[in-house]
């Protein structure tokens, strides 16, 4: 089984209201075929109404959205040759996981064996072989999410939709059921839509992640670069967490810069840089501390000292303002109340906009 033709997404200069309440008030964006793009964001920031009007169950109050080249802007969900997979997983409680399955397709008129069929193959595909005959109670809720995602898929549509579907989960079934969509994504080469919340899920997941505030683009760009080099304090903190500091570039030589807070001078990678008054983001395990050697560094305390077995967790008491850490050296954990001397690593730093 293989979606029939894996389709483009394009929003064109979208706004959505709701009465006095605008949305979504100008979103352009483009996702290519095959690929895997999460719409990530805080709650309110727009990325369900982005995706409830990608499948048909809002319509824009102006603008166009078109689905493999094709205008589907005011056409009903049932037209749009996409799929959607609910956070509720929306299961019939009274048919099997194989009926739940095959259900779209017999609506649609195919015949009930060649539906059963397709239904068999799709649970295969999610690692349910075998299991057609049990109803949803009779499963575990990583099974109805995988039920779900099959019911989805069997009706190879050109884009899977996806909305939080691996909140109901606890985190180590989320941790296993994220890897098998993402699995399955790449081997079939469907185009997928992902809305979540979770930061981690969407870097794990993900070709793309679009971060959304405010009804608009935050930022975009692979997860790896969203994490190293976040565009805003906002992305900063929302991408993991970050300590945001001022700093000074002292010097800027086009790939990177100087950057000087107190004594401490270290070099970072950074384009189109310019000297003067900067803010600095900091990721917690970027950060290195040493009991204090100098009162000519970048110096602070300890003010709370924590171990939670692979790592310690400090807050840190500076000039610049408190900083979070991470240190993964268990065996030497520093007590409250260390003077400490601060340095940063190579990876985890970054200049942002505000």
């Known amino acids: 089984m293989n979606p029939k033709a894996t389709g483009s997404v394009v929003f064109e200069n979208v706004r959505k209201a709701f009465g006095a309440f605008t949305a979504i008030p100008d979103l352009s964006l483009t996702i290519e075929p095959g690929t895997l793009v999460t719409l990530l964001g805080p709650s309110g920031c727009?990325?369900?109404?982005?995706?409830?009007?990608?499948?048909?169950?809002?319509?824009?109050s102006s603008g166009r959205i078109l689905i493999g080249g094709k205008d589907v802007t005011m056409l009903p969900a049932n037209e749009r040759d996409v799929s959607m997979v609910f956070q509720s997983y929306a299961?019939?409680?009274h048919m099997t996981a194989l009926d739940n399955v095959a259900y779209g397709l017999e609506s649609s008129g195919m015949k009930r064996k060649e539906a059963r069929d397709k239904a068999e193959e799709a649970l295969g595909l999610v690692g349910l072989a075998g299991m057609g005959a049990r109803l949803p109670a009779e499963l575990s809720g990583g099974q109805q999410q995988r039920v779900a995602v099959a019911r989805a898929l069997v009706l190879e549509p050109q884009v899977l939709l996806l909305d939080e579907p691996l909140s109901n989960l606890d985190a180590r079934l989320r941790r296993r059921v994220r890897t098998d969509i993402r699995e399955l994504q790449q081997r079939l080469g469907f185009t997928a839509v992902y809305v979540t919340h979770d930061q981690d899920e969407a870097l794990a997941v993900s070709d793309r992640i679009i971060v959304m505030k405010d009804g608009g683009i935050a930022q975009q760009g692979a997860p790896r670069e969203l994490y190293d080099t976040p565009a805003s304090a906002f992305i900063a903190d929302f991408m993991g967490?970050?300590?945001?500091?001022?700093?000074?570039?002292?010097?800027?030589?086009?790939?990177?810069?100087?950057?000087?807070?107190?004594?401490?001078?270290?070099?970072?990678?950074?384009?189109?840089l310019n000297p003067g008054p900067a803010q600095l983001a900091v990721r917690p395990n970027a950060i290195t501390l040493t009991p204090r050697t100098s009162s000519g560094l970048f110096n602070g305390q300890i003010t709370h000292s924590a171990y939670l077995g692979d790592h310690v967790e400090y807050e840190v008491k500076t000039a610049r303002g408190s900083l979070f850490v991470i240190d993964a050296t268990v065996d030497s954990a520093l007590p409250a109340k260390t003077d400490v001397t601060i340095a940063f690593k190579d990876r985890g730093i970054a200049i942002i906009g505000g």
């Open 46 to 60: 727009g990325k369900t109404t982005t995706l409830r009007m990608l499948a048909g169950l809002e319509h824009p």
């Open 91 to 93: 299961l019939f409680p």
């Open 241 to 272: 967490e970050a300590n945001v500091m001022p700093c000074d570039v002292i010097e800027a030589d086009g790939d990177s810069a100087m950057i000087a807070i107190d004594g401490l001078r270290h070099r970072i990678n950074g384009r189109s």
